[in-house]
Each structure stands twice: as structure tokens, then as C-alpha cells.
């Protein structure tokens, strides 16, 4: 019996999406870690720079038609979803080459600006990995589309594994530079891509197949998307692209992406039932099973949120162990204006509990198909956390008052995404954790009656 329930677990959605993403996340985490310990301090801001530079790019190409793709292929028939893979392939295309361009015009004419700043590598580097990035990008979002988290996993695994492994063998022997270490990222981004094309998941040999319908059913919710993610992207990274302009500097950005990086953990979990919650939402949406869409809302809530709660008190206990595992002692006793790296890592456990309702109101208002609103959310998420980001560096003259903001502007998100959501189906604070509540109690009454 025990090996049935083992069998049955393993091969579930949410098992296999949360898995995903912990292995990712595992050896994201440890190849940081590597990086924050063998590079200098600036270097290593350039690679922070480097990498939230490119989570922007890719977050604007994904936003134009994932979201979209997702929720439509998710009552889609069968020719449908080839028009629409084909559709995806064809707007990926044409905006990462947009894109592209747009970087080598940037940096073509201020140069010295960008690299005075930080972002030379950036610049230079992500024209070309935008399009490496391309076919495992698109095979990621087709696959949760399909919902094939295995295919997910092992797409997801390969440059992760790789890549770390080309880490450790740097720390323990070559210590490579800065330039070199983005060459090999981008080579094993390339092998990833590869791989996704020869085994077809990336949709291109469906690119005969888009038509114009297809291709505005997409813009058309990409128009608002594309914004939120755009949007919801700036929100984990404007803190660090604000703060390296600032009086603080760069140094400081590598200081400050230490505790962020807690935030990046907290989102494991999140991102695992959020990618298996929105097709099913999104389904039962276009069916109009509204109490089934009502349910399935409090249920990821619920439970995220007390998942969080625990989490959060371990990170706020142990937040000084947290920044000795990150890097080391290095930024733990830097004196750099004052900075209380392990008081920020503390604000971030209490941002943790915020998130999953949050997050999930989002997916709920794409769901119903009012990505607008979701959009109008963001902005007003964006504009609390620019302006608080402003206000604590340049009034309070205080790291630790950025993360504050990140609190403020959270909060401000869940109560105006809850507005708007219950105008769809009604909800509540109290069917949240009353839904979280019953699945503990349920999970737990059947786990006693096997023992």
C-alpha cells in the first residue's frame, strides 16, 4: 500500500512541477553561492546584473504570447493547438529579434554609460542569448500547456546541471573570469535548446501552421500580459536596478542580492503549484464551472500561504545562517553604509507570507480572462515599490527600508487583486484558510489511517 501511495505521488502534477523546480532552484542556489565566493564583489554585481538584465528580456518575449498560449491551448482542439504552437513560434521570432536589435542600438551608442554601470555584460551578451534561450523556452511553455512536468524537468535540468558542474570545476581548479563564465552559461543554454528541437518539443515544425487568427488570439491577451510580466519581473528586480544607479553603488548590489536571493527560494514552491493551478483554473474557466474555479483558488491559497508561514519563521530565525550559506562571511560583516544584510533577509521572510495570494489572484484574473486587470494590478504594485524604493534610498538613506517597501507594495497588490477577483466569483479571506485548513486535516486524517 505504501509503495502504491509512493507510485501515486510521484507521478502527480504538483509532485512533479514542485520537483522541477526544486532542482532547479538547488543548483541555482549553490551555483550562486559558488559565484558570490569566487568572484570579486564587482564582478559579481555584473553577474547579478547580468542575469536580472536577462530575466527582464525574457519575461518580455514570454509575455507576449505564454500566457496566453497556456490558457487557450488549454480548451483548445486538436487543430487549434497546432495553429496556435505555430502562432507562438512565429511572435517568439519576430520579438526576440526586435528585442535583440533594440540591446545593439542601446549599447552601440552609450557604451561607455552602460559599462560604467554595470551592465556591459549584459548589453553584449543577451542579443545572442535571447535567441539560444529560444527553442527551450518555447518547449517549456508548450509542455505546461500539455501539462508534461517530466518533459518539463528534464528540459529544465540540463544547462542547470551542467552549468553547476562547470562551476564547482571553476571554484576548485580554474577560477575563470567573468567573460569566460558567461561563455559556458550560454553554451549549455545552447546544448539545452538543441536538444528541444531535435526531440520537437519546441513547436517549430508547427511554424507553417500559425495563421492570423491564431496570431491576434495571442497578441491580443499578450497585450496585457506582456505588461504584467513585465511588470511582475521589475518588482523582483527594480530594488537591484535602482539601487545600482544610487549613491550605494554596485558593491551594494551585490550586498542586497544576497537576502534577494531568499526571495528566489520562497518562489520554488510558488511557481510549482502556480504552473499546474493557471491550466486548470484556466479550463475550468472556459467551462464556467465557477464553483470549481472558486475552489480550486482557496485551495492553492490556502495551502501556500500556511506552507509559507512555516518557511518564514525558519528564514527569520536562522537569517544570519542563511546569508553564512549564501556566501560566506564575506558580506556579513562588510561595512558598507551601514548595511543590515541579515535584518533584510528577516523583511524577506515576512514578504514570504505574502506572496501566495498574491501571486494566486494574479493567475486568477488571467484565468477569467482579464489580463487588463491584472496588468492595471501591476502597475500599481510597480508604482508603490518605485516610489518606496526612492523614498528609502533617498530620504531614509537606507537599504533596509527597500525591502520594507517590497511589503508595502505586496500587500497593496493582494487587496486590489482581490477587489477585483471577487467581482468574478466571490472570495474571501476566510474561504482561503478555512480551504487551506480542510486540506491539512484531510491529508493528515489519511496519512493516520495508514499507519
Avoid at 530575466?55 to 487543430?79: K, P
Avoid at 500539455?146 to 528534464?154: E, W
Avoid at 493551478?277 to 480550486?296: C, N, V
Avoid at 492553492?300 to 562571511?329: E, M, P
Wanted: charged share 15%; net charge positive; with cysteine.
Amino acid at each position: 500500500m505504501l509503495i502504491g501511495l509512493i507510485k501515486k505521488i510521484v507521478k502527480e502534477d504538483n509532485f512533479l512541477s514542485l520537483t522541477g523546480n526544486v532542482v532547479i532552484a538547488v543548483f541555482g542556489f549553490a551555483g550562486f553561492a559558488l559565484l558570490a565566493r569566487s568572484l570579486a564583489p564587482n564582478d559579481f554585481a555584473q553577474w547579478v546584473l547580468f542575469i536580472s538584465g536577462g530575466s527582464l528580456v525574457e519575461m518580455v518575449r514570454h509575455g507576449i504570447t505564454s500566457n496566453g498560449l497556456v490558457r487557450f491551448l488549454s480548451g483548445a482542439t486538436e487543430g487549434e493547438r497546432d495553429h496556435l504552437i505555430g502562432a507562438n513560434v512565429v511572435v517568439s521570432l519576430v520579438a526576440t529579434a526586435i528585442i535583440s536589435l533594440l540591446l545593439i542600438f542601446v549599447y552601440s551608442f552609450n557604451q561607455v554609460v552602460i559599462d560604467e554601470a554595470g551592465y556591459g555584460l549584459f548589453f553584449k551578451w543577451y542579443p545572442i542569448v535571447a535567441f539560444i534561450n529560444l527553442p527551450f523556452n518555447n518547449a517549456l511553455v508548450i509542455l505546461q500547456a500539455k501539462m508534461d512536468y517530466g518533459k518539463i524537468l528534464l528540459v529544465r535540468s540540463i544547462s542547470s546541471v551542467f552549468f553547476f558542474g562547470f562551476l564547482v570545476f571553476n571554484f576548485f581548479s580554474q577560477r575563470y573570469s567573468i567573460n569566460e563564465i558567461v561563455i559556458a552559461f550560454v553554451i549549455f543554454n545552447a546544448a539545452t535548446s538543441i536538444y528541444c528541437i531535435i526531440k520537437t518539443w519546441d513547436g517549430i515544425i508547427l511554424i507553417r501552421k500559425a495563421n492570423k487568427k491564431a496570431i491576434n488570439t495571442l497578441l491580443n491577451f499578450g497585450k496585457y500580459s506582456t505588461f504584467t510580466l513585465i511588470g511582475t519581473n521589475l518588482l523582483r528586480n527594480a530594488d537591484v536596478f535602482i539601487i545600482s544607479v544610487s549613491p550605494f553603488g554596485s558593491a551594494a548590489v551585490a550586498l542586497f542580492s544576497i537576502p534577494l536571493k531568499l526571495t528566489e527560494l520562497q518562489q520554488i514552491p510558488l511557481r510549482s503549484f502556480v504552473a499546474t493551478a493557471y491550466p486548470k483554473m484556466s479550463k475550468a474557466s472556459i467551462e464556467g464551472r465557477i464553483d470549481d474555479l472558486r475552489d480550486l483558488f482557496n485551495t492553492y491559497s490556502g495551502v501556500l500561504t500556511y506552507l509559507f508561514f512555516f518557511v518564514s519563521i525558519g528564514t527569520f530565525l536562522f537569517a544570519k545562517q542563511f546569508v553564512i550559506l549564501v556566501s560566506g562571511d564575506q558580506y556579513l560583516d562588510v561595512e558598507l553604509h551601514g548595511i543590515d544584510v541579515v535584518m533584510i533577509v528577516q523583511i524577506f521572510s515576512i514578504y514570504g507570507l505574502l506572496l501566495p495570494i498574491d501571486r494566486m489572484t494574479g493567475i486568477g484574473l488571467d484565468s477569467v480572462n482579464k489580463p487588463g486587470i491584472n496588468a492595471f494590478k501591476v502597475m500599481i504594485m510597480l508604482t508603490a515599490n518605485v516610489i518606496g524604493d526612492l523614498v528609502a534610498i533617498y530620504v531614509f538613506e537606507s537599504i533596509e527600508m527597500v525591502a520594507v517597501a517590497t511589503l508595502v507594495f505586496t500587500t497593496t497588490g493582494i487587496f486590489v487583486g482581490m477587489y477585483y477577483l471577487d467581482k468574478s466569483f466571490k472570495i474571501s479571506f476566510m474561504g482561503i484558510f478555512k480551504s487551506g485548513n480542510e486540506f491539512y486535516r484531510e491529508m493528515l486524517l489519511k496519512f493516520s489511517k495508514r499507519q
